[in-house]
């Protein structure tokens, strides 16, 4: 209690305040600071933007690519353990549906160090390429797996996209009609791509064969073959090769399936006639040739043709050695010594005039023959050694030369200008009409079987036969 003698008490300013106003400050204070309690737990300051964090995506293929990325265990042969499946067919899940190329990697890499021999992980690394765009490494991948295991589905039928993602067709087809019989796929991707793969190969072969590599021709020649054999590509084809290996009765039987295609192609049919007479049928070449002549009497290649014909028909009653002989590719001295004594009726109903020995044909099968043509002085044999040499290689103007002194020998020089052992044998034989034009002389070249018979026809004509 102040006392009576302090002096009087005297209230501070904030004292003279109002009881009221002191109430209304507390309260609105306590309103804002509750106010600002709530603003601050309901909008907190934003972080500071660091790097996003994403998860896998699924892979950007294109929609037709995803059928052809299947269980890689599809058509795999061998046992797989089933843990080691479980493991390839989620990695491989994983790898379609959320991105994960490094599982996948993970998987495949951890598998093959298990078992290097283990396919279906090489099919995982090869898809997890093709989903990257690297058609070149996956051919490289699955192309001995397909050669090792020519029905492993899910191997063969990546392959043959990524070979015709990669622009190679044919591959493609390949790969494809391997599992055709496994997967419905890869039999409908085989009738797409068939026309075309067998386009492809035809060019292929065409090629080889311009470039003389005989061996790659007929390597292209037997995939048509396996692909389409009954198919005129293929027929074509294989008359090129038979044509480039020179081998008469391959072309034949091509000539004959195609002319039996085409039966309006004369040409066609003339070949045809050729080779019947040459290596396969001399009655049913004889045949064409004169049913060609009958419906053109007037074409003088065709009356010509029809004289080839049946001497060749002639020919084809003879021994079947003489017969052998004509259809050799190239023909020895012997050879031609034979052909002589068969074909030229005055040679052999001639009696010699001479008695000359040649000591090296006294064993051979056709010593007769051989020794005739010796004798009658048409052939030569050396004066010193007394030999023949009867396996010695025929050349054209050497034959043509023969036939020379054959035509002076039976009377029919006069073509020669009395001297068929001088001038230009070329010359010489085209004036007598043995040849048909000089370039067919290639005085050098090897004689054969089909060109010393059309010689020895055209002289039958001078000499008096047909």
Known sequence: MPSLLSPPHRPRPEDRRPAGRRIVSA??????????????????????????QRGPEPLALEPA???????????????????????LRKARRDLLEAGDTAGAVRTATELLQADPGFAPAQVLFAQVDFAAGENTRVVSRLLPLGDETPTYTASQLLLGRAAEKGGDVALAYSAFRA????????????GELHPRAMEIVSHRLDEAVRNQMTDEAVKQLQLLQSWGPSETITLEAGRKVAIARADRP???????????????????LRRRAQLELEVGDPGSGLKIVQDLAARDPKDPALAQELEAAKF??????????????????????????VLLYWLVPQVRNSLPTAGRIATDVLDNSHRDEIVRVVNLGLMEVDPTLHRFFPGSPMRRGSALRVVLRTLARFGAASCAGGNPNGGDVCGVSLACGLLASAEDCQATTPLSGAGSVEILRRSQKLLGGS
Request: glycine share 6%; net charge neutral; aromatic share 4%.
């Open 250 to 268: 391959a072309e034949l039987e091509a000539v004959k399936e195609l002319s039996g295609r085409r039966p309006d192609d004369r040409d066609l």
């Open 27 to 52: 309260t609105i204070l306590g309103v804002l600071l509750a106010a600002g309690l709530a603003c601050t737990s309901a909008q907190p300051p934003a972080p500071v933007p660091g790097p996003v």
């Open 65 to 87: 690519d995803r059928p052809y990325l299947i269980d890689p265990l599809e058509g795999y042969t061998r046992p797989a353990d089933p843990q080691l499946a479980v493991r």
């Open 312 to 337: 060749r028909w002639r020919l084809s009653q003879l021994p079947r050695d003489v017969q052998d002989v004509a259809a050799k590719p190239e023909l020895t001295k012997g050879d031609l010594a």
């Open 179 to 190: 599992v055709a019989a496994r997967s419905p796929l890869a039999f409908k991707r085989t």
